[in-house]
């Protein structure tokens, strides 16, 4: 969830407030730099529905990038790198929109914790998992990000309310995922310790996007700015991090190095400028909706480029789960008002 997102939820009464990663009614956007796209007489170059596709393409190839370059630095090493590149693209970004860091002690004080559940540990976690799962499997376990979100906002949003609709579509991700791991087969051949890190990364979102919403989503500050001292925290306690538990690489093999760079520099940075663009262009709602296509991208990936064996489970289950997803999510349809008699 981007701060565009975060605030125009924040611009709502609270009773019609949503659960994690749906969208917000529409509402203006205080970003100057970010709101380009709905400047009138201004349209952007490329039609919203290719860069939604761009989008969906570099987050599920992040998974692929990530089992690249674990293959020849450590994962705090390859999380390290992901976040130095990202922040380098929000700093340019910054630098030509003359947009400043935000200030205040307190601000950065959340934004540290945010770095921390949405960068600095997710980011790690899954580069660890892929240590020992397929990047196929840690795709799907990425998709299962709005299942915690529902149940997490339900606890910590008293205007969240569950649903048949909502209910049933825990059931049903929940479902998914018993699949995607074979469980009628006593969850042979899974390594447990890369799958239960992928999950854990996958519901570190969710709390991050809660703490964000708590304390951040009415700032004044440019969404830009926010995420880009977002970023910049996260390579800081990555920064203080790694060399406590890696040495010094003693080569740099030019693959997953290059692995590293596009996993920061175009799944962190450039992505996240995109997904700005979207939100500010065609709301949270239609924006959000590339979740859904991240798993497919990655299973694609991980089957035709990285030969990663992939049995009927898997895409059966990653479907489910996008099923019960996409319903924790939906609205239900607002009756019209009966016409008034006289």
Not at 106 to 126: D, E, I, M, Y
């Amino acid at each position: 969830m981007s701060f565009v997102a975060l605030r125009r939820r924040a611009a709502q009464p609270a009773a019609s407030a949503q659960p994690l990663a749906s969208a917000a009614a529409p509402a203006p956007l205080e970003d100057g730099p970010l709101d380009s796209a709905n400047t009138p007489g201004r349209r952007p170059a490329l039609d919203w529905r290719i860069r939604f596709g761009v989008l969906a393409l570099i987050w599920g190839f992040s998974f692929l990038f990530i089992k690249v370059g674990t293959q020849a630095y450590a994962p705090f090493q390859v999380t390290l790198g992901r976040l130095l590149f990202g922040t380098a693209v929000l700093a340019a970004a910054m630098a030509v929109k003359r947009v400043g860091l935000p200030r205040g002690a307190r601000t950065w004080g959340h934004l540290a914790v945010a770095a921390f559940f949405l960068n600095a540990l997710p980011f790690s976690l899954f580069a660890y998992s892929e240590l020992t799962i397929p990047s196929t499997l840690a795709g799907i376990c990425n998709a299962t990000s709005p299942l915690w979100g529902m149940v997490l906002s339900l606890v910590a949003f008293s205007e969240d309310r569950p649903t048949r609709r909502r209910v049933a579509g825990l059931g049903m991700g929940f479902i998914g995922v018993l699949t995607v791991l074979g469980a009628w087969q006593g969850f042979s051949g899974l390594d447990f310790g890369g799958t239960a890190m992928a999950l854990l990364a996958s519901l570190s979102y969710p709390v991050g996007w809660i703490y964000l919403r708590r304390t951040l989503a009415g700032t004044s500050n440019s969404a830009l700015s926010m995420t880009g001292a977002q970023l910049l925290l996260g390579t800081v306690q990555l920064a203080v991090v790694t060399p406590l538990f890696t040495s010094m690489p003693t080569s740099f093999p030019v693959v997953p190095l290059l692995a590293v760079v596009a996993l920061g520099a175009l799944g962190t940075g450039f992505a996240m400028l995109l997904q700005y663009d979207l939100v500010a262009e065609v709301g949270p709602t239609t924006a959000q909706m590339v979740t859904y296509f991240v798993p497919v991208i990655a299973t694609v990936a991980g089957v035709t480029l990285l030969g990663e064996h992939l049995s009927w489970n898997t895409p059966v289950g990653a479907l489910i789960v996008l099923a019960g997803a996409a319903l924790t999510q939906s609205r239900p349809r607002r009756r019209a008002p009966a016409p008034s008699r006289h």
